[in-house]
């Protein structure tokens, strides 16, 4: 699973944002990776660099192999926040959306948890 990462010029971070977040995301959706073949995540200040309530925004889109894109979208304070909201929503996406055809062909389901 490859983990691209793509911010606006009111993102600060750089590098070390970067790899913070393509290890949180490898880590995170560990259990689908097999099915995913990449996520692009965009970080955006809706604000252009002014203070704000809920001005950072994380946009997660993921690639399963033979299947639609599936895209969540987060807002929160702090670019962290909304990394972390976004994930877990593209969790629960993914676990609807492969769960939902694995159950279709009578197969086991992904959402069980791998000992």
């Known amino acids: 699973m490859q983990v691209q990462v ?3 010029d009111h993102i600060q ?6 790899l913070w977040i393509q290890e949180e995301a490898a880590a995170r959706l560990a259990r689908f990776r097999e099915h995913i073949t990449r996520v692009e995540v965009f970080l955006t200040d809706v604000d252009a660099g002014k203070s704000g309530v809920n001005d950072k925004r994380c946009r997660l889109e ?26 877990d929503k593209l969790i629960r996406a993914l676990d609807a959306d492969l769960g939902r055809i694995k159950d279709k062909n009578a197969r086991e389901t992904i959402r069980t948890l791998e000992e």
Request: charged residues 15%; hydrophobic residues 40%.
């Open 6 to 8: 793509h911010t606006n």
């Open 13 to 18: 971070g750089g590098e070390s944002l970067a």
């Open 62 to 87: 993921a690639r399963p192999a033979g299947h639609q894109p599936i895209t969540v979208t987060a807002d929160a304070d702090k670019v962290a926040s909304a990394f972390t909201s976004a994930a």
